[in-house]
C-alpha cells in the first residue's frame, strides 16, 4: 500500500517559521515530481511549490522568497521550509507526488496538515 504522511504542521506566530515533511513509503518504483498544495476555507486548492527529481522548482508568487521546497530522492521525503509565515498562509497544507507503481505513474495525496498563523 502506498502512502504520503506528512508531518510538521501546527499553530505558529505571524513572522515564525515551519518545516513540513512528507515521506513516500510502499511499493514505489520511483518518484517523479513532488510538490505542496494548500487549500484555505471556501477557496480552491492552490499550488505552493513544487521540485522535480532533478531539483528543479517552481513556486507560487505569493511564497516566493520566504518557502523553500527541497526533497531527499534517498528517502522518498520532500519538505517545505516555511519561514516569515503571514496569517494569509493559514491552510490544510497536501502533499503531492507523482509515483510509477509499474506500468503507470500516478499522482498521489497526503492527508493533509493544518498550518495556521495567527496574527
Known amino acids: 500500500q502506498v502512502q504520503l504522511v506528512e508531518s510538521g504542521g501546527g499553530l505558529v506566530q505571524a513572522g515564525g517559521s515551519l518545516r513540513l515533511s512528507c515521506a513516500a513509503s510502499?511499493?514505489?518504483?520511483?518518484?517523479?515530481?513532488m510538490g505542496w498544495y494548500r487549500q484555505a476555507p471556501g477557496k480552491q486548492r492552490e499550488l505552493v511549490a513544487a521540485i522535480t527529481s532533478g531539483g528543479s522548482t517552481n513556486y507560487a508568487d505569493s511564497v516566493k522568497g520566504r518557502f523553500t521546497i527541497s526533497r531527499d530522492n534517498a528517502k522518498n521525503t520532500v519538505y517545505l521550509q516555511m519561514n516569515s509565515l503571514k496569517p494569509e498562509d493559514t491552510a490544510v497544507y497536501y502533499c503531492n507526488a507523482d509515483l510509477l507503481l509499474p506500468p503507470a505513474w500516478s499522482p498521489y495525496w497526503g492527508q493533509g496538515t493544518q498550518v495556521t498563523v495567527s496574527s
Open positions: 510502499g511499493s514505489i518504483f520511483s518518484i517523479n515530481a
